[in-house]
């Protein structure tokens, strides 16, 4: 009965960590997408983009 006691206890504390470990990770991941994002922003901008120009045959 002890045994089936510490289960429960053992599921229910680590559920509790999870919980809140888990929006921890969710921000974590969500600064690093939008720094990576920010990088391409600016690799792009400083890149000397130039128009094509396109001559049509008449």
Not at 9 to 36: G, R
Not at 38 to 54: G, Q, S
Request: aromatic share 10%.
């Amino acid at each position: 009965m002890i045994k089936w006691i510490f289960i429960v206890l053992l599921f229910y504390v680590s559920q509790k960590v999870i919980a809140v470990l888990l929006p921890i990770f969710k921000i974590n991941k969500k600064m690093k997408d939008q720094e990576t994002k920010r990088k391409v922003r600016t690799k792009i901008n400083k890149m000397d983009i130039l128009d094509a120009e396109f001559e049509e045959d008449a």
